[in-house]
């Protein structure tokens, strides 16, 4: 079982920044991969980035340039950057966990709350 709790989460002014935590708990952190998804009202949940156990990523094309994910293995935790925030970024932000790739993510996370004001 593997536990995850975001945090970073904020208001923030259109163009400023904000840097997301998620800790993990349980099972050897390393071997996951990992990825942060977001959700805004009335929208489908949206996957913004991962990273492979092996520090791989990718980005959804809205983020590209703008966010950046990275993991410290040493302290079971995974961060995503994001830089020039966009009204249209507001949403909640979960992270998740995955042991293998192309499978639905295992574990998620409870959710931290991103606010943009414009």
């Known amino acids: 079982q593997v536990q995850l709790v975001e945090s970073g989460g904020g208001l923030v002014q259109a163009g400023g920044s904000l840097r997301l935590s998620c800790a993990a708990s349980?099972?050897?952190?390393?071997?996951?991969?990992m990825g942060w998804f977001r959700q805004a009202p009335g929208k489908e949940r949206e996957l913004v980035a991962r990273?492979?156990?092996?520090?791989?990523?990718y980005y959804t094309d809205s983020v590209k340039g703008r966010f950046s994910i990275f993991r410290d293995n040493a302290k079971n935790t995974v961060y995503l950057q994001m830089n020039s925030l966009k009204p249209e970024d507001a949403a909640v932000y979960f992270c998740?966990?995955?042991?293998?790739?192309?499978?639905?993510?295992?574990?998620w996370g409870q959710g931290t709350q991103v606010t943009v004001s414009s």
């Open positions: 990273i492979s156990s092996g520090g791989s990523t």
């Open positions: 349980g099972r050897t952190f390393s071997s996951y991969a």
């Open positions: 998740a966990a995955r042991l293998r790739n192309y499978t639905p993510y295992d574990y």
